[in-house]
Each structure stands twice: as structure tokens, then as C-alpha cells.
């Protein structure tokens, strides 16, 4: 439901903001990078883009955890189909943001078993190995969610530019770093 009153003024907490867009420069980095995945062939550097799928798995949990403890500001005055879905678009956006990592690490199961067995030992930025296991099918997935999360994205942009924008109601300013 829209909330009525000025609330644009009201902003996510420094820590909501932090997730925010540390995930988001992370995502839309492997949206770009990843693409030799979705294509087919491995990444130029598979030990990074399997570390940093696991990290928007963790930075995901961490966010989700965060929203949990500290709700998010009312929403900007809009109406309410428009609010409704953009609760619903940030709730899908969540649930891509832990399927793709996991089903990442599903398709690193299935590339241990195939093609790149040296893929077994890939480690978490040096740390620790990268977490691989079969989840049936949902590797085989990575893909498709990974352009479903393309097309999202670019909607959540220029839903955001729309209120900036055509609506002014201060909606961006909200998720901006003071």
C-alpha cells in the first residue's frame, strides 16, 4: 500500500544503502562480465566470477538480514499498483539474487563432472574453495535467470529514472550515500 504524507526526505539507513549498491556494482559487473558464461564459454577467470557469485549470495543473506532488523522508509507517495510492484519486483530481485549464485554452483558442479575438472579447486578469493554441489536442473538455469535478471534490472532502472524524472518525488535520493 502507498503511503500518503512527504516522505521522500526519509532515507534507507548507511547500512541498507552499503548493501545496496555494493551489490548492485557487483551484480552489474557479472551481468557484463558473465556473459561468456551465458554464451557457453568459461570465463576468463573462473576463481573470480565464482567468488563473486558466492559474495552477492552472501551480500543477499546480509541485506536480507538487514531488512529484516531495520525495515525500509515508507514508500514515496505513487500509486498503489505502482507500489505493488515494486514491492514485488524487489522481492524477485532477492529471491535471483541467492537462485543465480546457487544455481552457479550447481553449474560448477556439473563443469567438475564434464568438461573442467580443475574447476574443483577454485577458491573463494583465496580464502577457501567454492561451494559446488547438484541441484538437477536448476545449473542447467543459471542462464536463463541470469537474462531474467537483465531484463529486471533494466526496469528497476528506469522505474527509478521515471520518478527522478517525470515524477520528482524524491524516490532515488532515498537510496543515494549521504
Same mark, same amino acid.
Given at each position: 500500500?502507498?503511503?500518503?504524507?512527504? =516522505?521522500?526526505? =526519509?532515507?534507507?539507513?548507511?547500512?541498507?544503502?552499503?548493501?545496496?549498491?555494493?551489490?548492485?556494482?557487483?551484480?552489474?559487473?557479472?551481468?557484463?562480465?558473465?556473459?561468456?558464461?551465458?554464451?557457453?564459454?568459461?570465463?576468463?577467470?573462473?576463481?573470480?566470477?565464482?567468488?563473486?557469485?558466492?559474495?552477492?549470495?552472501?551480500?543477499?543473506?546480509?541485506?536480507?538480514?538487514?531488512?529484516?532488523?531495520?525495515?525500509?522508509?515508507?514508500?514515496?507517495?505513487?500509486?498503489?499498483?505502482?507500489?505493488?510492484?515494486?514491492?514485488?519486483?524487489?522481492?524477485?530481485?532477492?529471491?535471483?539474487?541467492?537462485?543465480?549464485?546457487?544455481?552457479?554452483?550447481?553449474?560448477?558442479?556439473?563443469?567438475?563432472?564434464?568438461?573442467?575438472?580443475?574447476?574443483?579447486?577454485?577458491?573463494?578469493?583465496?580464502?577457501?574453495?567454492?561451494?559446488?554441489?547438484?541441484?538437477?536442473?536448476?545449473?542447467?538455469?543459471?542462464?536463463?535467470?541470469?537474462?531474467?535478471?537483465?531484463?529486471?534490472?533494466?526496469?528497476?532502472?528506469?522505474?527509478?529514472?521515471?520518478?527522478?524524472?517525470?515524477?520528482?518525488?524524491?524516490?532515488?535520493?532515498?537510496?543515494?550515500?549521504?
Amino acid at each position: 500500500m502507498a503511503a500518503t504524507g512527504n =516522505v521522500s526526505s =526519509v532515507k534507507y539507513s548507511a547500512v541498507a544503502v552499503i548493501l545496496h549498491w555494493v551489490t548492485a556494482v557487483v551484480v552489474i559487473y557479472m551481468l557484463f562480465w558473465g556473459e561468456d558464461l551465458i554464451r557457453g564459454r568459461t570465463p576468463a577467470n573462473p576463481a573470480l566470477h565464482a567468488s563473486l557469485g558466492f559474495s552477492i549470495l552472501v551480500l543477499t543473506i546480509a541485506r536480507l538480514a538487514w531488512r529484516f532488523a531495520k525495515p525500509p522508509p515508507p514508500d514515496v507517495p505513487m500509486p498503489r499498483w505502482q507500489a505493488l510492484a515494486g514491492h514485488v519486483l524487489h522481492w524477485i530481485f532477492y529471491g535471483l539474487l541467492i537462485l543465480i549464485p546457487l544455481s552457479g554452483m550447481a553449474a560448477l558442479d556439473q563443469e567438475i563432472a564434464g568438461r573442467h575438472p580443475e574447476f574443483a579447486s577454485l577458491t573463494f578469493f583465496g580464502l577457501f574453495t567454492v561451494p559446488h554441489f547438484s541441484l538437477g536442473p536448476l545449473g542447467a538455469a543459471h542462464g536463463l535467470m541470469t537474462n531474467l535478471m537483465i531484463g529486471l534490472l533494466a526496469l528497476h532502472v528506469l522505474a527509478a529514472l521515471k520518478h527522478q524524472f517525470i515524477d520528482r518525488d524524491g524516490l532515488i535520493n532515498r537510496m543515494l550515500p549521504r
